[in-house]
């Protein structure tokens, strides 16, 4: 079966400091992978996908960053922390796009 | 008008009822409708999804679509304190090209009280 792991499960950095949260995926080879950020009422926000090795597009414009150097692992990144970094970040995989996404147990992000 | 929209409660019941969860969308070219559960500082999880319409049952769960009035639901029969939880729809078209998008709903929180 299929598995899928994030780490850290919770990170405190300082405003400035960098950033690396990785994920991967088990069980299933060329996955869909895709990086979200959940805020309190605001719902999930899709950052980025990847349809394959060094292919990512992002859908929102920040201070974030998105790597997949091999098949099954994906990495979000920033060089600089904002304060408004902080939140929940959630990687998933799907075995086609469009079709339901599996999750993580994502990585709580606070910025201080 | 929001693509998807759901009530975000909160919903309490008491053990053992009948649970309505539902959703509203508008975009009618929707295909797959998703139903996830997430507990608290826990990711979503995949509790049952249907493509196009129709209705389909997984135990005490229940998911149903209706295309003509963009409704969807989720039933959850004799519901235990373990389903307090937030309920997520997601939505998308199908598959293929630049449709990779999900669309979810906001969450509805449940509590079931023992």
């Known amino acids: 079966s299929q598995t899928i792991h994030q780490w850290p499960a919770t990170l405190v950095q300082p405003v400035g400091s960098p950033l690396s949260l990785e994920c991967t995926v088990e069980g299933t080879s060329n996955p869909n992978l895709y990086w979200y950020r959940q805020a309190a009422g605001r719902g999930l926000q899709l950052l980025f996908y990847?349809?394959?090795?060094?292919?990512i597009s992002s859908e929102v414009p920040q201070n974030l960053s998105a790597s997949r150097p091999q098949d099954r692992q994906f990495i979000l990144s920033s060089k600089k922390l904002l304060l408004s970094d902080s939140g929940f970040y959630l990687c998933a995989w799907s075995v086609f796009v469009g079709q339901p996404q599996h999750f993580g147990d994502g990585t709580r992000l606070s910025i201080l | 008008q929001k693509e998807v929209e759901q009530d975000p409660g909160p919903l309490s019941v008491p053990e053992g009822a009948i649970v309505s969860l539902n959703c509203t969308y508008s975009n009618s070219a929707f295909q797959y409708f998703m139903w996830y559960r997430q507990y608290s500082r826990k990711g979503p999880e995949l509790l049952m999804y249907?493509?196009?319409?129709g209705n389909k049952e997984d135990g005490r769960f229940t998911a149903q679509v209706d295309k003509s009035s963009k409704y969807i639901s989720l039933f959850i029969r004799d519901s235990q304190p373990s389903d307090s939880a937030t309920y997520l729809c997601?939505?998308?078209?199908?598959?293929?090209?630049?449709?990779?998008?999900?669309?979810f709903g906001k969450g509805t929180l449940l509590t079931v009280n023992p």
């Open positions: 249907t493509y196009s319409s």
């Open positions: 990847s349809v394959g090795i060094g292919q």
């Open positions: 997601a939505m998308s078209l199908n598959s293929g090209g630049s449709n990779y998008k999900l669309t």
